[in-house]
């Protein structure tokens, strides 16, 4: 079996497996109702909040835009602090349905600075929406989103965060931070498959969503709350990635959320140690790098995209490359969700025997 080492999908555990080849279920009986219910309990300690969270079919960039469309009226200035591939993506879609955004865009490898955010709000205050990435996936970079939340609440501003790669894995308080509107995504590290975003949204966050002007049906949060105090979701949810994350969720709860953070941590630092004693550069700064994910930069000669082919031919061990600009200059592995520190040896004694055959000459 392969050692799928990506930022998501990850693996999944056995529990998880086993029990999402369970029959179909009516998605509008009591059944479900219970199930959904349980869940979202479950998921509200996981979020550290008593925000309405809901489960929208979709994949992560689909929560992206219910965050966006929910909340903003064309017109509306929003700042977008981006560091990478999926900042940019948050930006174009609240340009896409009209709003006027200004960029604090943040060289990637590079975390944002709180103070460049407070400049960014000082000089136009008719701002009213920021939107962050807490964890940059395709960088392997986390903001300091617990500094960066308490300079957009000194402005008393709307703080729509994308989540999709640190909600479970890495801690965010969602209420302490004071998250308006928080989104993640199934695959990452929920331990489940592709197929949800799951999202909070805070009292200031539906006063966002009663004044926003940009039309939405699907994602329609007002449509989600009321199914849901019928113990529905409005469309035909992903019934068996739902039966997936009851299982995930009671694993990671038994697990405890410090323990959890702890594993991430630990794991993310023998990587780090791991790369840097063959040689390797790490691409992220490394005061922010990330816990779910590492970049590794094409040093001494290095061929990332042939390290890559050779490391899932030879080695069956599944990494991703670089994004956008960063193809061909950075490898990424995944260490997010169902990940052990057997897991991360092997990645490690692998790309130790093939780093010669990808033309790498330092170390
Ligand atoms: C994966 C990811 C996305 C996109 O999610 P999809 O499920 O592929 O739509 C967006 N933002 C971040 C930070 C991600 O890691």
């Known amino acids: 079996m392969d050692n799928l080492r990506i930022p998501g999908p990850t693996p999944l555990p056995d529990e998880v497996l086993k029990t999402m080849s369970r029959q179909m279920i009516n998605h509008r009986g009591p059944e479900f109702k219970q199930i959904q219910d349980d869940v979202l309990t479950d998921l509200k300690k996981l979020f550290m909040t008593k925000n309405d969270v809901f489960l929208l079919t979709g994949s992560g960039t689909g929560g992206l835009e219910a965050g966006v469309v929910n909340t903003m009226s064309p017109?509306?200035?929003?700042?977008?602090?981006?560091?990478?591939?999926?900042?940019?993506?948050?930006?174009?879609?609240?340009?896409?349905?009209?709003?006027?955004?200004?960029?604090?865009?943040?060289?990637?490898?590079?975390?944002?600075?709180?103070?460049?955010?407070?400049?960014?709000?000082?000089?136009?205050?008719?701002?009213?929406?920021?939107?962050?990435?807490?964890?940059?996936?395709?960088?392997?970079?986390?903001?300091?989103?617990?500094a960066i939340s308490a300079v957009v609440k000194e402005f008393d501003k709307l703080l729509v965060v994308d989540a999709i790669s640190s909600l479970g894995s890495i801690?965010?308080?969602?209420?302490?931070?004071?998250?308006?509107?928080?989104?993640?995504?199934?695959?990452?590290?929920?331990?489940?498959?592709?197929?949800?975003?799951?999202?909070?949204?805070?009292?200031?966050?539906?006063?966002?969503?009663?004044?926003?002007?940009?039309?939405?049906?699907?994602?329609?949060?007002?449509?989600?709350?009321?199914?849901?105090?019928?113990g529905q979701t409005p469309w035909t949810p992903a019934v068996n990635v739902i039966y997936g994350l009851e299982v995930a969720l009671k694993m990671m709860l038994k697990e405890g959320l410090p323990n959890i953070f702890a594993r991430h941590a630990r794991i993310a630092q023998s990587v780090r140690d791991g790369i840097k004693a063959l040689g390797l550069?790490?691409?992220?700064?490394?005061?922010?790098?990330?816990?779910?994910?590492?970049?590794?930069a094409g040093s001494n000669g290095l061929d990332t995209r042939k390290l890559v082919k050779i490391m899932r031919e030879?080695?069956?061990?599944?990494?991703?490359?670089?994004?956008?600009?960063?193809?061909?200059?950075?490898?990424?592995?995944?260490?997010?969700?169902?990940?052990?520190?057997?897991?991360?040896?092997?990645?490690?004694?692998?790309?130790?025997?093939?780093l010669p055959q990808a033309g790498f000459k330092g170390g």
């Open 75 to 146: 017109g509306d200035k929003v700042l977008s602090v981006s560091i990478g591939v999926f900042g940019d993506r948050f930006a174009a879609i609240a340009k896409h349905f009209g709003a006027d955004v200004t960029n604090l865009n943040v060289e990637w490898g590079k975390a944002a600075d709180p103070d460049a955010v407070r400049k960014a709000l000082q000089a136009d205050p008719r701002i009213k929406t920021v939107l962050v990435t807490h964890n940059e996936t395709s960088t392997g970079v986390t903001n300091d989103l617990k």
């Open 281 to 296: 550069s790490l691409f992220a700064e490394e005061s922010h790098a990330s816990n779910t994910v590492s970049s590794v």
């Open 171 to 230: 801690e965010m308080p969602v209420d302490d931070w004071n998250i308006d509107i928080a989104i993640t995504g199934s695959q990452k590290g929920w331990m489940v498959p592709p197929g949800l975003a799951m999202v909070s949204v805070s009292q200031r966050g539906w006063q966002a969503h009663a004044e926003s002007k940009i039309p939405s049906f699907y994602w329609d949060f007002g449509k989600a709350k009321d199914y849901l105090a019928k």
């Open 314 to 354: 030879q080695e069956h061990v599944v990494l991703a490359g670089g994004q956008r600009t960063l193809d061909g200059k950075i490898f990424r592995i995944g260490h997010l969700g169902w990940v052990s520190d057997d897991d991360i040896k092997g990645f490690l004694s692998s790309l130790k025997k093939v």
